[in-house]
């Protein structure tokens, strides 16, 4: 019902910078709240960044991630600066859609991988 499609990604060193792009398509009435989690590797997937009405991020990343969102095109973007070995992961782009037939639909992308070397 509703696709995401990521790009961006891939191996930077470290306090260098990477933007995450996501676009979202399918039979959405209004997306609700648009973010990217990540996954590194043995660990849960944990929030990074979100936009509702507010935008919230893991205290991890404040002051070096930027989350941007542009509603009219359905897509949200995560701009990463200074960017740590700890930071990598497979991030991936997520949206709570309110779908045709007034139903949620939690949609998620296939996942990026960012590798920051040290």
């Known amino acids: 019902q509703v696709q995401l499609v990521e790009s961006g990604g891939g191996l930077v060193q470290a306090g260098g910078s990477l933007r995450l792009s996501c676009a979202a398509s399918?039979?959405?009435?209004?997306?609700?709240?648009m973010g990217w989690y990540r996954q590194a590797p043995g660990k849960q997937r944990e929030l990074v960044a979100q936009?509702?009405?507010?935008?919230n991020y893991a205290d991890s990343v404040k002051g070096r991630f930027t989350i941007s969102r542009d509603n009219a095109k359905n897509t949200v973007s995560l701009q990463m600066d200074s960017l740590k070995p700890e930071d990598t992961a497979v991030y991936y782009c997520?949206?709570?859609?309110?779908?045709?037939?007034?139903?949620?639909?939690?949609?998620w992308g296939q996942g990026t991988l960012v590798t920051v070397s040290s």
């Open positions: 997520n949206a709570k859609c309110l779908v045709y037939g007034l139903n949620s639909f939690d949609a």
């Open positions: 936009v509702t009405g507010t935008t």
């Open positions: 399918g039979s959405i009435v209004r997306i609700n709240a």
